[in-house]
Nanobody, 118 residues
Framework: QVQLVESGGGSVQPGGSLRLSCAAS????????MSWVRQAPGKELEWVAH????????YYADSVKGRFSISRENAKNTVYLEMRDLKSEDTAMYYC???????????WGAGTLVTVSP
């Protein structure tokens, strides 16, 4: 079955950096686009970044553009989210999602928590 397992979250000070990883299994990873979605405490889900199956097409939410970078390593069935210059408003649970078509996620990981505070 499809499994998405995130890792790399933690606590960091403003201005710091983190790299999130998502290990995927149970499907043909190279055939699907992947995304990161986050949910801050008390707020709605926010799409963060998307990478196409070919790893070439990448898209970002305006709130993270220029600070976050999404990438994937198809040989390792892994997608990454490199985050730098983190801000308190980046505090959230970060979820890795598999694209089920038309940018609509059909599978989600359990999430990894990122906390940005002094």
């Amino acid at each position: 079955q499809v499994q998405l397992v995130e890792s790399g979250g933690g606590s960091v000070q403003p201005g710091g950096s983190l790299r999130l990883s998502c290990a995927a299994s149970g499907f043909s990873f190279v055939s699907y686009a992947m995304s990161w979605v986050r949910q801050a405490p008390g707020k709605e889900l926010e799409w963060v970044a998307h990478v196409g199956a070919d790893a070439l097409n990448k898209y970002y939410a305006d709130s993270v553009k220029g600070r976050f970078s999404i990438s994937r390593e198809n040989a390792k069935n892994t997608v990454y989210l490199e985050m730098r210059d983190l801000k308190s408003e980046d505090t959230a649970m970060y979820y890795c999602t598999k694209d089920g078509g038309h940018w609509s996620p059909d599978y989600w990981g359990a999430g990894t928590l990122v906390t940005v505070s002094p």
